[in-house]
T-cell receptor, first 110, second 112 residues
Framework: QKEVEQNSGPLSVPEGAIASLNCTYS??????FFWYRQYSGKSPELIMF????GDKEDGRFTAQLNKASQYVSLLIRDSQPSDSATYLC??????????FGKGTHLIIQP | SQTIHQWPATLVQPVGSPLSLECTVE??????LYWYRQAAGRGLQLLFY??????ISSEVPQNLSASRPQDRQFILSSKKLLLSDSGFYLC???????????FGQGTRLTVV
């Protein structure tokens, strides 16, 4: 059974600070990992993906992957109130699609 | 560019009534298609996926079914809805391999 675990939160971060979101996955065969942002009542939208160990940066977002520890994280620098949302971590598992965590609810306090 | 259309956006149905949700993808051929359900306070649960016309795999036993009558069309159905079928239903597509999934706008289903 493939699983992706996330702390449900809420995670409260002051505006301008760094938000750190984490997840772990159970399937060592997973090759790629994704972070989605989901606003209340809306569908998930892709923020970043990462395939290789290490860091990947895109604007204010940095994804980090450690396959040995089966750990993925997302850092959001200079957090803005518009970053307040639920962040879903997903692991690739083959043709049957992505396995999602339950998401972390992030609140950016102005 | 690729787009995915899902309708309706919201739906209120009585217990025991049938259901049909439709999803279509434009701008790509032979996509992998998925139906997910997101219940309140819970994560995304994979219900069905399809790698080609007429090919449906079910992940969770339930009173729902799926069909793929055309390459870019995916339909979720039920003959008799249960209260527990309420939730946010999401259609998604991928090109396959280690690629991301793209979601439709979702259908908020409330069974009363």
């Amino acid at each position: 059974q493939k699983e992706v675990e996330q702390n449900s939160g809420p995670l409260s971060v002051p505006e301008g600070a760094i938000a750190s979101l984490n997840c772990t996955y159970s399937d060592r065969g997973s090759q790629s990992f994704f972070w989605y942002r989901q606003y209340s009542g809306k569908s998930p939208e892709l923020i970043m993906f990462i395939y290789s160990n290490g860091d990947k940066e895109d604007g204010r977002f940095t994804a980090q992957l450690n396959k040995a520890s089966q750990y993925v994280s997302l850092l959001i620098r200079d957090s803005q109130p518009s970053d307040s949302a639920t962040y879903l971590c997903a692991a690739e598992g083959g043709a049957d699609g992505l396995t999602f965590g339950k998401g972390t609810h992030l609140i950016i306090q102005p | 560019s690729q787009t995915i259309h899902q309708w309706p956006a919201t739906l209120v149905q009585p217990v025991g009534s049938p259901l049909s949700l439709e999803c279509t993808v434009e701008g790509t051929s032979n996509p992998n298609l998925y139906w997910y359900r997101q219940a309140a306070g819970r994560g995304l649960q994979l219900l069905f996926y399809s790698v080609g016309i007429g090919q449906i795999s079910s992940e969770v036993p339930q009173n729902l079914s799926a069909s793929r009558p055309q390459d870019r069309q995916f339909i979720l159905s039920s003959k008799k809805l249960l209260l527990s079928d309420s939730g946010f239903y999401l259609c998604a597509w991928r090109v396959g391999g280690n690629t991301e999934a793209f979601f439709g706008q979702g259908t908020r289903l409330t069974v009363v």
